[in-house]
């Protein structure tokens, strides 16, 4: 089969994916993609099957689109590791990302949300990603991490450019990531004298197997943790504004009733999937689908098409239903892997949707969404949105289509 999906394009991902996804899904869910020398998974079955074999499909070789062209340390990041290593490593800091920890946390993420929103003027076009969006999980894995509220910025700065890295590697990204590493190398140095209770304090003091992390296993973690509480939230935060924006009726139903938005926030993260898509490596000559895969073959599992397969979501997998249930969507991943941070995100998607929609629940778009290119994030840069436009009075539809694959 031949396509014209630059699967391993940025710029793809930032010009609506969805319906080319969805088509590839429908033709050829197990695709090889010749120009860029892997597999692309679709369907929502196979990701599930991939994602909970890593004896068949392993991470160590590469989990981004971008790894293809360098060398894999599994130092750089716990997402490299397979088990049994994966599962003694993630002990080390799960427990700050547990459910009751979490919850611990929510009365902090509303006094957080609070505060940027007492900051906006409702009545003018406002860049939600840099109001809204951005600063509240940064701050919030911040203060996690012991991060000092005077670094923010720079954090935010240091954070973007990672991610850009994770898909254009270059002399100013790399800049400013080695920036990060140093920033980070310096505070848990003080930690070693002086731990407090946070993150890099937990990663200083902790051990595996009776040994203590080295450095560079030490700053893997810390990117890690930056990425889990941070950026996949931010995209979830933004994604889900345009969503809302653009599906009156839906918002509406969380309106009436703010009980719909644990289901919401769900539907936002299949609806948006704020991490498109990563990859794993077959161990051995193996099969998936029908389709015969050999060792060492990429893989690469595509969160986006498959959080839209109507076997696993039904005939109206297409449209945005805050109400669905069940929803399995995989925006978190699967297995071994599913993402730390879920349950954080979850709660301070919730806590910032219930506080802005009290204020202003009939928000709009005031111009189109900055979008990205990306091969890891749906991730959009600006987004203007006024958050009072009739002072109470129903306004008129959003701009913009709606977001779908049809």
């Known amino acids: 089969m031949t396509t014209a999906v630059p699967l391993d394009d940025a710029q793809f991902y930032a010009d609506d994916p969805d319906p080319a996804l969805a088509d590839l899904r429908r033709r050829c869910p197990v695709y090889y993609h010749p120009a860029g020398n892997f597999w692309v998974l679709t369907r929502h079955a196979d990701l599930q099957e991939v994602s909970k074999d890593p004896a068949r499909f392993c991470s160590g070789q590469g989990v981004l689109l971008a790894d293809r062209a360098r060398a894999i340390a599994a130092a750089d990041s716990i997402l490299y590791l397979d088990p049994p290593i994966h599962g003694r490593y993630r002990k080390l800091v799960s427990r700050a990302f547990t459910p009751r920890t979490v919850a611990t946390l929510e009365p902090r993420i509303r006094q957080l949300t609070v505060e940027l929103l007492d ?5 003018v076009p406002v860049d939600a990603v840099d109001a809204l969006s951005a600063p509240l999980p940064l701050f919030v894995i911040a203060e996690m991490l012991g991060v000092p509220a005077s670094d923010r910025e720079a954090f935010r700065r240091w954070s973007d450019a990672i991610m850009e890295a994770a898909t254009d590697l ?6 400013l990531a080695a920036e990060l590493l140093l920033y980070f190398d310096e505070r848990l140095q003080a930690r070693v004298d002086h731990p407090g209770d946070d993150l890099l304090s937990a990663l200083v003091t902790a051990t595996v197997d009776g040994e203590r992390l080295t450095r560079d ?5 810390c990117m890690t943790l930056l990425v889990a509480g941070n950026e996949t939230t931010r995209s979830l935060i933004t994604g889900g504004l345009i969503a809302l924006a653009q599906h009156p009726e839906q918002r509406a139903q969380v309106v009436a009733d703010p009980g719909l938005l644990p289901q919401a926030v769900e539907e936002l993260l299949r609806w948006v999937t704020p ?6 490596t077959a161990t051995g000559d193996t099969a998936v689908g029908g389709e015969p895969i050999a060792q060492g073959d990429y893989v690469v599992l595509s969160y986006a098409a498959a959080n839209r397969d109507e076997e696993a979501f039904g005939p109206d997998a297409a449209r945005f239903d805050i109400t669905r249930s069940p929803n399995p969507h995989l925006a978190f991943g699967f297995g071994e892997h599913y993402c730390l941070g879920a349950g954080l995100a979850r709660v301070e998607a919730r806590v910032l949707f219930d506080e802005l929609l009290r204020r202003w629940p009939f928000f709009q778009l005031a111009g189109e969404p ?4 990306s091969t890891l994030l749906r991730q959009v840069a600006h987004l203007p949105i006024l958050f009072d436009p009739s002072r109470g009075e129903h306004p008129s539809p959003s701009v913009g289509p709606s977001h779908s694959p049809s």
């Open 119 to 123: 900051q906006l003027d409702p009545t």
């Open 217 to 221: 296993e030490q700053l893997g973690f």
């Open 370 to 373: 900055t979008r990205v290119p």
């Open 275 to 280: 991490i498109m898509a990563m990859a794993r």
């Open 170 to 175: 270059n002399d100013a990204n790399a800049a």
